[in-house]
């Protein structure tokens, strides 16, 4: 693939919403970093997002909207998060709050959890093209896992060409640290990452001191924050003959009795789009029927497969 170096200008931008209507990925300026963008909606896009940055686990990401009113459309906001947002939106803050229910995003966007991180970036060209294309865009920071966060253009290009569509040059980022990540919902909120907005602004407008989930004198309940969503029922993986009782998650053409089937045609990036709404569904099904177990068809682990494996070994794990 070639990745396209496009100009910050009115063809530039077309293109950059053409891409993403498409499901293409396009890194593009942040006031923090530069973020590595897709339609959020879209479980082909979001999968894609992961394979570019070589991700070896899906972290849940931030989603990045025009303003507050789009924000609104995906997330819930309570009256601390609306002040929160009203003071310090556009700019480097990013809030996790309950996603609205019904909204379209890709359960892949958030890891299979009921909260989602929402962002509203200062950067103007990230202000035109997200109100150009009008929904959310799902950005991790656009470099390859493991590696520094990019603040410029050719950053992106170092790391990512070749493995995305696009890259929209706005020069450098004013700030070059990602965005401070804040839970409003903790009680005291909680600091979930220090980054471009100062720990001490946030709390002047708090009038209180954060939690911070390290902190052993103010412990986060664990169910407010749990960084990973799993099934409610037993895993078991590489099953290739299941069990009459259990119910079957399949992969790929011979799974004919499975309850789902993550992508009859062994497509990977397929599977990792569909993983965390079917094992939502399986857990839903087992409540009904009756099953003990939630049994699944052996996945390579090749390319975005190791994600899905790493996933899947946790689901697994004795709890
Ligand atoms: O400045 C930034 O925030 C950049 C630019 C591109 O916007 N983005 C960025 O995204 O740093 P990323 O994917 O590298 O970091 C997102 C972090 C995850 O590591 C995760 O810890 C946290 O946000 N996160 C996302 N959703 C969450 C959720 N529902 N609950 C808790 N933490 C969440
Ligand atoms: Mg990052």
Redesign the pocket.
């Known amino acids: 693939m070639k990745t396209e170096l496009l100009l910050p200008d009115k063809d530039g931008i077309a293109r950059v919403v053409e891409l993403w209507r498409k499901g293409g990925l396009v890194a593009f300026p ?1 006031e ?5 963008g897709g339609d959020a909606s879209n479980g082909n896009a979001v999968a894609r997002i992961y394979e570019a940055k070589c991700r070896p686990s899906f ?4 989603i ?1 909207v025009a303003d507050l009113a789009q924000a609104r459309k995906y997330a819930e906001f309570d009256a601390l998060a609306r002040q929160l947002a009203e003071a310090f939106w556009p700019g ?1 803050l ?1 809030l ?1 709050l309950p996603i609205k229910p019904g909204v379209e995003l890709s359960p892949l966007v ?1 890891a299979g ?1 009921d ?3 929402v ?1 509203v ?1 200062e950067n103007p060209l990230a202000q035109k093209l997200l109100r150009e294309f009008g929904g959310a865009i799902a ?4 470099n390859p896992s493991g590696r520094l ?1 990019p603040s410029t253009a050719a950053h992106v290009m170092d790391g990512l060409a070749g493995r995305i569509d696009a890259v929209i040059n706005g020069g450098a980022c004013a700030v070059g ?3 401070t ?1 804040v ?1 409003p919902g903790s009680a005291p909120p909680a600091l ?2 220090p ?2 907005l100062p720990v001490e602004a946030l709390e002047a407008m708090l009038g209180q001191k954060m939690a911070r989930p390290d902190d052993p004198d103010q412990p986060i309940s664990p169910g407010q ?1 749990a ?1 990973h969503y799993a099934p409610g029922l037993p895993v078991q993986r590489d099953v290739t003959a299941p069990d009459p009782h259990a119910i079957w998650l399949g992969f790929g053409p011979n799974c004919g009795a499975s309850a789902r089937n993550l992508s009859h045609n062994a497509d990977l990036r397929e599977a990792a789009a569909n993983l965390f709404g079917m094992l939502h569904e399986l857990d839903g099904m087992a409540k009904k029927s009756g099953a003990k177990v939630i049994q699944i068809a052996p996945i390579p682990n090749t390319g975005i497969g190791a994600a899905i494996n790493d996933r899947l070994s946790r689901a697994a794990a004795p709890r």
Not at 59 to 62: A, E, G, M, S, T
Not at 139 to 142: C, E, G, K, L, N
């Open positions: 942040t923090t970093v530069y973020g590595l972290n849940p990401l931030i990045h480097p990013s996790v958030t959890l909260t989602i991180a962002r970036p950005a991790p920071s656009a966060s640290l990602e965005s990540i839970h979930l990452r980054g471009g924050l960084s």
